[in-house]
C-alpha cells in the first residue's frame, strides 16, 4: 500500500525557519515526481515546490523561490523541504505528494496530477 508520511510542522516565530519530511514506502516503482503542497484555511491547495527523481531537477512557486530548498534522500525514501525566513502567509498544512510517471518541468504541476498523498502536517507562523 502506497503511503507517504509528512512530518517537521510545528510553530515558527516569523522570519524562523522549519524543515518537513516526506516519507515514501510502499511504492512499487520509485516514484519519479515527489510535490509539496499547502493549504490554508478558506483558500484553495497549491503547489510550493516539486523534485524529480530522474534527473533530480526542482522547481519552485515564485512565492518562496529563493528561501527554499527541496532535496531528495533516496535511501531513507525521504524528500525533504527546507524553509527559510518564514512568514504568516505560510501558515498552512502542507502536504506532500507523488507520483510514478509525472515529471515537473517549469512548474509545479496540479494537484490532481498527483495520484498519492500525505495527511499533511500543520505549520504555524507566528508574527
Known amino acids: 500500500q502506497e503511503q507517504l508520511v509528512e512530518s517537521g510542522g510545528g510553530l515558527v516565530q516569523s522570519g524562523g525557519s522549519v524543515r518537513l519530511s516526506c516519507v515514501a514506502s510502499?511504492?512499487?516503482?520509485?516514484?519519479?515526481?515527489i510535490g509539496w503542497f499547502r493549504q490554508a484555511p478558506g483558500k484553495e491547495r497549491e503547489g510550493v515546490s516539486c523534485?524529480?527523481?530522474?534527473?533530480?531537477?526542482?522547481v519552485y512557486a515564485d512565492f518562496v523561490k529563493g528561501r527554499s530548498t527541496i532535496s531528495r534522500d533516496g535511501a531513507k525514501n525521504t524528500v525533504y523541504l527546507q524553509m527559510n525566513d518564514l512568514k504568516p502567509e505560510d501558515t498552512a498544512v502542507y502536504y506532500c505528494?507523488?507520483?510514478?510517471?509525472?515529471?515537473?518541468?517549469?512548474?509545479?504541476?496540479?494537484?490532481?496530477?498527483?495520484?498519492?498523498w500525505g495527511q499533511g502536517t500543520q505549520v504555524t507562523v507566528s508574527s
Open positions: 523534485i524529480n527523481r530522474s534527473d533530480r531537477s526542482t
Open positions: 510502499g511504492f512499487a516503482f520509485d516514484p519519479n515526481a
Open positions: 505528494a507523488a507520483d510514478a510517471d509525472l515529471y515537473c518541468s517549469d512548474y509545479v504541476p496540479s494537484s490532481a496530477d498527483f495520484r498519492s
